[in-house]
């Protein structure tokens, strides 16, 4: 038996809904998964991130910098302390450095210096966050950022 269009196009109405109402489930389970894992917390309470009084510079490369393919990078930090990879305990004023070079974590530094090697030829964007021992961002996030070339 031959189906009618407006009959075909129910059909799809009906089915193109469905597909949405299950995207939007999708979605609402994921925002209530990120938001409810609170650090392996067994509370169901969400977990208040510290606050700190840091402040993050990124003192090279410097600004439109021309350098080589690996870049040594220098950090200042102010008003905090930056910890070694096995201090986990949250504290206000202690973390370390997530550095990323266009958009993709590269280096993690537990210190003030640190290098990025291998670089392609041309302009890159570098980011740095002073970010808390259980590697995730303070409320007030830190962050510091350069853009330089490679030769």
Known sequence: ???????????RHRATRRTGAFAVAVMAVATWVVTSCGGGSSSST???RPYTDA??????????????PNVPIQFAVQGATVSPPDKLKLVANEGHIHV???????????GLSTEVTGLS??????QAEFVANDHLPFADRVLAAVIFTVR
């Open 1 to 11: 038996m031959p189906v009618s269009p407006a009959s075909s196009l129910g059909q």
């Open 46 to 48: 969400a977990v208040q």
């Open 100 to 110: 990323s070079v266009d958009g993709k974590l590269v280096v993690m530094s537990y």
């Open 55 to 68: 402040r993050l510079e990124i003192i090279s490369p410097t600004p439109n910098e021309v350098t080589g």
């Open 121 to 126: 030829p041309g302009p890159h964007a570098l």
